[in-house]
């Protein structure tokens, strides 16, 4: 990703001048008089929640010492708060500013091209979800609390609108004044998502066509060879080879130019069925933002209705369908929603894996065997019209390499993890499609799924031998390989590669366990037999993390695992994900009094608690959720596909 964005809301835009018109007054020379306006208007200069007294010196045209005076006088009042940060100046920050923002409150910082808004109505996240991404919904900072929404390069050449005005427009709506880099930064990414098209010409090849002659011979030239494009057709215009689409997409992508892709994609034969649910309001928009890019990603959290919107996009589209899923159980699943939620022909659903091979209309295989070579028929045996990627993170590479054949149907994916955050989103965006989400506090807030503040992952076996060693101890032995199913350590990294930007602490109850974790993971291990000042020096490297930050220079750690043996008396900093790798067993009695303390270790951290499938783990956590759902704990369940 070419994007330079990774700062975050915290960072110091340092001496750089305002993008704008925010320089100092030369008529509020006198101090005495700041007031907590005055004081707001350093800080949106400063582009930062809090500021030192040299700063408003600066902004507001004073002296330092004016300054400090003037701000502790608006101290003294109640109007400002001052914190003291370590080894650094006092800053200060204005005490009610949560509470003064009854209204909607929006604060542009254009450099970063980041926006936040304090209890924005729907219509602004509504606007905004158009065009920039959610970042964080809480912040940490004095003054940041709020819904923090950054404009990335691919937020904008995904925006739904005809043309960059349109754009610039809603952008304009939501803000509180023009800025005017910012918008012209827009409109050149905009240009940018709007320079390069496929299309199918009328004698059925595809072609390639630039906005401009330069543009071909400049850009296309030097990132396209032979065997991309076939033969000039005019100077801005190319003949593309067969089965070449996927690599002009990707690098066209990677020199900055997204390509728009108009081409008459193949429908299959046609296959009738039709939805027997309702679809709400925000279904039916990804639905037709489907139909209208003909490819994309549905990105909403479990339980928003993503299989079911799928389905209505089946019917839609009309045509053969195939759908790839991560696990043989997925497969199941996947036949009774469609059975559930349409009209489909029973005999028209085929189920292709290990078992069965049977290919139909409607066929549902897994990745797995969709990336196996002897298994190429799958994809040639019919002219399927959409191909449907359940999980779009499990995407494997053998079945990206079949992207060829693929690229000529309409491809949907579905995946409840923000896409820019799996690692793989450049894959994804550019071969699959662009995200179609809807705003997830909308969601949570509508009611539709409620956002858990525990999340129970069921993590199966990793193979049949360390599920028969299971079966054959007992006792004690048995517990302990429960706590330490190897596919755990798999799952662990999942979860913290799909929360890169959070600070997280991984408990284990074990201490080989937590070494061998800590290991796997290649981050320190705290334990009761940690010596104090060695534990105490973790735990601050450990709180000055920035996650977000790319420094590979800083000594900072953003994860850290600890025993949860002898943890009573240590002072754990406070992590934003917590992950109970073990923990989960013992008696009833035992059970109960640990439960909370086990499920929501640290803080208001988002928790995810891993039992195995198959053991007593699974037992005590389900009456550990019913413990915590009693106390108003949100819990919810997830099944770890195999
Ligand atoms: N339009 C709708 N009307 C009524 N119920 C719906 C609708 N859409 C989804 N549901 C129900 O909500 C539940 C979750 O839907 P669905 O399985 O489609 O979500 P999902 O986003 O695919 O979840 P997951 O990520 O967990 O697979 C299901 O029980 C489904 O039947």
């Given at each position: 990703?070419?994007?330079?964005?990774?700062?975050d809301?915290?960072?110091?835009?340092g001496?750089?001048?305002?993008?704008?018109?925010?320089t100092?007054d030369?008529?509020s020379s006198?101090a005495?008089?700041?007031?907590?306006?005055?004081?707001h208007?350093?800080?949106?200069?400063?582009?930062?929640?809090?500021?030192?007294?040299?700063?408003?010196?600066?902004?507001?045209?004073?002296?330092q010492?004016?300054?400090?005076?003037?701000?502790a006088a608006?101290v003294?009042?109640?109007?400002?708060?001052r914190?003291d940060?370590?080894?650094?100046?006092?800053?200060f920050?204005?005490?009610?500013w949560?509470?003064?923002?009854s209204?909607?409150?929006?604060?542009?910082?254009p450099k970063?091209?980041?926006?936040?808004?304090?209890?924005?109505t729907?219509?602004t996240r509504?606007r905004?979800s158009?065009?920039?991404?959610?970042?964080?919904?809480?912040?940490?900072?004095p003054?940041?609390?709020?819904?923090?929404?950054r404009?990335?390069q691919?937020?904008?050449w995904?925006a739904?609108?005809?043309?960059?005005?349109?754009l610039?427009?809603a952008?304009?709506?939501?803000?509180?004044?023009?800025?005017?880099?910012?918008?012209?930064?827009?409109?050149?990414?905009?240009?940018?998502a709007?320079?390069?098209?496929?299309?199918?010409h009328?004698?059925?090849y595809v072609v390639?066509?630039?906005?401009?002659?330069?543009?071909?011979?400049?850009?296309a030239?030097q990132?396209?060879?032979d065997d991309?494009?076939?033969?000039p057709?005019s100077?801005t215009e190319a003949?593309?080879n067969?089965?070449a689409v996927?690599?002009?997409k990707?690098?066209?992508y990677?020199?900055?130019?997204?390509?728009?892709?108009?081409?008459?994609?193949?429908?299959g034969?046609?296959?009738?069925?039709?939805?027997?649910?309702?679809?709400r309001d925000?279904?039916e928009?990804w639905v037709?933002?489907f139909?209208?890019?003909?490819?994309?990603v549905y990105?909403?959290?479990?339980?928003?209705?993503k299989t079911v919107?799928?389905?209505?996009t089946?019917a839609?589209?009309?045509?053969?369908?195939?759908?790839?899923?991560?696990s043989r159980?997925l497969a199941?699943?996947w036949?009774?929603?469609l059975?559930?939620?349409?009209t489909?022909?029973p005999g028209?659903?085929g189920?292709y894996?290990g078992?069965?091979?049977?290919?139909?209309?409607?066929?549902i295989?897994?990745?797995?065997i969709?990336?196996m070579?002897r298994?190429r028929?799958?994809?040639d045996s019919?002219k399927?019209?959409?191909?449907?990627?359940?999980?779009?993170?499990?995407v494997?590479?053998p079945?990206?390499?079949r992207t060829?054949?693929?690229?000529?149907?309409h491809?949907?994916?579905?995946s409840?993890?923000p896409?820019?955050?799996?690692?793989s989103?450049?894959?994804?965006?550019t071969?699959?499609?662009?995200?179609?989400?809807a705003d997830?506090?909308a969601?949570?807030e509508?009611?539709?799924?409620q956002?858990?503040?525990?999340e129970?992952r069921y993590?199966p076996?990793?193979?049949?031998?360390?599920?028969?060693?299971?079966?054959?101890?007992?006792?004690r032995?048995r517990r302990?390989?429960?706590?330490?199913n190897?596919?755990?350590?798999e799952?662990?990294?999942?979860?913290l590669a799909?929360?890169?930007?959070?600070k997280?602490?991984?408990?284990?109850?074990?201490?080989?366990?937590?070494?061998?974790?800590?290991?796997?993971l290649?981050?320190?291990f705290?334990s009761?037999?940690t010596p104090?000042?060695?534990?105490?020096?973790?735990?601050?490297?450990?709180?000055?993390a920035?996650?977000?930050?790319?420094?590979?220079?800083?000594?900072?750690?953003?994860?850290?695992?600890?025993s949860?043996v002898?943890?009573?008396g240590?002072d754990?900093?406070?992590?934003?994900l917590?992950?109970?790798a073990?923990g989960?067993?013992?008696s009833r009695?035992?059970?109960?009094?640990r439960?909370?303390?086990t499920?929501?270790?640290?803080?208001?951290?988002?928790?995810?608690?891993l039992a195995t499938?198959?053991?007593?783990?699974?037992?005590?956590?389900q009456?550990q959720?019913?413990h915590?759902?009693?106390k108003g704990v949100r819990?919810?369940?997830t099944?770890?596909?195999?």
């Amino acid at each position: 990703m070419t994007d330079d964005t990774g700062d975050d809301a915290g960072e110091d835009s340092g001496g750089d001048a305002p993008d704008d018109d925010a320089t100092p007054d030369p008529d509020s020379s006198d101090a005495d008089n700041i007031s907590v306006d005055r004081f707001h208007e350093a800080l949106e200069a400063e582009e930062r929640p809090v500021a030192t007294a040299s700063e408003v010196a600066r902004r507001l045209g004073t002296t330092q010492a004016a300054a400090r005076d003037a701000l502790a006088a608006l101290v003294d009042r109640g109007d400002v708060d001052r914190l003291d940060v370590e080894a650094d100046p006092v800053v200060f920050y204005p005490r009610d500013w949560g509470a003064l923002a009854s209204r909607e409150r929006v604060v542009a910082f254009p450099k970063r091209r980041e926006i936040v808004v304090d209890r924005p109505t729907q219509y602004t996240r509504a606007r905004l979800s158009q065009f920039a991404n959610l970042v964080d919904t809480t912040g940490t900072e004095p003054g940041t609390r709020g819904y923090l929404y950054r404009i990335r390069q691919e937020d904008v050449w995904a925006a739904p609108f005809d043309d960059a005005d349109a754009l610039v427009g809603a952008l304009r709506s939501v803000l509180p004044r023009r800025f005017e880099h910012l918008e012209d930064w827009v409109r050149d990414q905009w240009r940018r998502a709007h320079r390069f098209r496929l299309s199918t010409h009328e004698d059925g090849y595809v072609v390639l066509t630039a906005a401009s002659e330069s543009l071909m011979g400049n850009v296309a030239d030097q990132h396209l060879d032979d065997d991309h494009l076939r033969a000039p057709i005019s100077d801005t215009e190319a003949w593309v080879n067969e089965g070449a689409v996927a690599e002009i997409k990707r690098a066209l992508y990677d020199a900055g130019y997204p390509v728009e892709d108009d081409r008459d994609l193949e429908t299959g034969d046609p296959v009738d069925i039709e939805l027997t649910t309702d679809l709400r309001d925000y279904q039916e928009t990804w639905v037709e933002t489907f139909l209208d890019r003909k490819s994309g990603v549905y990105v909403g959290p479990p339980g928003s209705g993503k299989t079911v919107a799928a389905i209505a996009t089946i019917a839609a589209v009309g045509g053969e369908t195939l759908i790839l899923v991560p696990s043989r159980e997925l497969a199941d699943q996947w036949r009774e929603e469609l059975l559930d939620h349409s009209t489909v022909d029973p005999g028209d659903i085929g189920l292709y894996h290990g078992g069965t091979k049977d290919i139909s209309p409607v066929t549902i295989a897994t990745y797995q065997i969709a990336g196996m070579d002897r298994h190429r028929s799958l994809f040639d045996s019919r002219k399927w019209g959409l191909i449907c990627f359940d999980e779009v993170h499990h995407v494997t590479a053998p079945v990206y390499s079949r992207t060829a054949e693929f690229q000529s149907k309409h491809r949907l994916g579905l995946s409840a993890t923000p896409v820019s955050e799996t690692g793989s989103e450049e894959d994804i965006y550019t071969l699959i499609g662009q995200p179609i989400g809807a705003d997830w506090d909308a969601l949570f807030e509508a009611g539709f799924v409620q956002e858990p503040e525990v999340e129970i992952r069921y993590v199966p076996w990793r193979d049949e031998l360390a599920q028969s060693e299971y079966a054959a101890a007992d006792g004690r032995e048995r517990r302990r390989l429960a706590a330490e199913n190897p596919a755990k350590v798999e799952e662990i990294r999942y979860l913290l590669a799909a929360h890169r930007d959070k600070k997280a602490l991984v408990f284990v109850e074990y201490l080989d366990h937590g070494r061998e974790i800590a290991d796997a993971l290649g981050a320190p291990f705290i334990s009761g037999e940690t010596p104090h000042h060695e534990r105490a020096e973790l735990f601050r490297r450990f709180r000055a993390a920035d996650s977000n930050a790319e420094d590979t220079e800083s000594d900072d750690l953003d994860v850290l695992v600890v025993s949860r043996v002898g943890d009573e008396g240590i002072d754990l900093p406070n992590a934003e994900l917590a992950v109970v790798a073990s923990g989960l067993g013992g008696s009833r009695r035992q059970g109960s009094q640990r439960a909370g303390r086990t499920m929501r270790p640290t803080g208001s951290a988002l928790v995810y608690v891993l039992a195995t499938r198959g053991s007593s783990e699974e037992e005590f956590a389900q009456r550990q959720m019913r413990h915590l759902g009693r106390k108003g704990v949100r819990v919810r369940e997830t099944n770890v596909a195999e």
